[in-house]
Every structure is written in C-alpha cells, then in structure tokens.
C-alpha cells in the first residue's frame, strides 16, 4: 500500500464525516502507485444534490478541524452539486449523485488499484451495542 501516513488520516477523516452524513457505498481506493498527483482518493454518493453538498461541507468542516487544518487547494462542481471535486493533494474526493457514480464509474476505472479499508464507527458501537 502506498497511501501515506497523512493521506490515510485525511482519507479517514473525510470517510467518517460522510458517513455522518449518510453518504453511500464510501470506498477509498489507493492510486499512489498509479498517479504520482495523489495518494487516494476517496468516492462517496448520495441520492440528490443537497445531500451531496451537506457531505462536501461536513468533509471540510471535518478536516479544518484536524490539527493540521486541512483545506482544499481546489475545489470543482460545487455549483451543479452532481459532482464536487475536494483536492487536498494527499487524497481527492469525489462526492457524486447516484447517477454520476453509475455513469462514470470511478471505482470500475480504478479497479486494479487497492481499497483501503474504512468501516464506519457508527456501525461498529450499533454492532457493539446490540451484542451486549
């Protein structure tokens, strides 16, 4: 795996705050050896474009608050909200509609990459709860 140390917290960071915002099928995929632009980059959906705006905003809000207060160097696609393009140059995220995810199919395209694991820790404490 190439995903840097710093690219692994940022793609954390930014998995969980989706998931705070019920973003779908949330995968972090390791393109370090394939792009020397980026370590990962993480894809995320959501049904409508409100939606896919509120987890661009929690994703920043999010990273602001790390240590190092992370900020995009460019963000793309915030007005259409079908796509919004976050490039924090360790890792890009991807937030799209539904349907933008079926058509351009980044994960399809970057098959042959590694997945880094990310699961949500609201699921983990549920999963936690209901066995106790």
Not at 7 to 36: N, P, R
Not at 48 to 59: H, P, T, Y
Not at 68 to 94: F, M, N, Q, S, T
Request: charged share 30%; proline share 4%.
């Amino acid at each position: 795996m190439t995903v840097s140390e710093r690219a692994h917290e940022l793609a954390m960071a930014a998995a969980q705050a989706a998931a705070d915002k019920k973003a779908q099928d949330i995968v972090i995929i390791d393109v370090g050896d394939q792009l020397a632009i980026t370590d990962a980059f993480l894809v995320a959906s959501a049904p409508n474009e409100r939606q896919v705006l509120a987890i661009v905003d929690a994703i920043e809000e999010r990273l602001l608050e790390l240590p190092e207060k992370a900020k995009p160097v460019r963000r793309e696609g915030e007005r259409g909200g079908r796509w919004v393009l976050l490039d924090y140059v360790d890792i890009v995220v991807h937030v799209q509609h539904t349907e933008e995810r079926e058509f351009y199919a980044l994960d399809r395209l970057w098959k042959d990459c590694p997945q880094v694991p990310f699961v949500d820790r609201d699921l983990v404490e549920a999963d936690a709860s209901a066995a106790e």
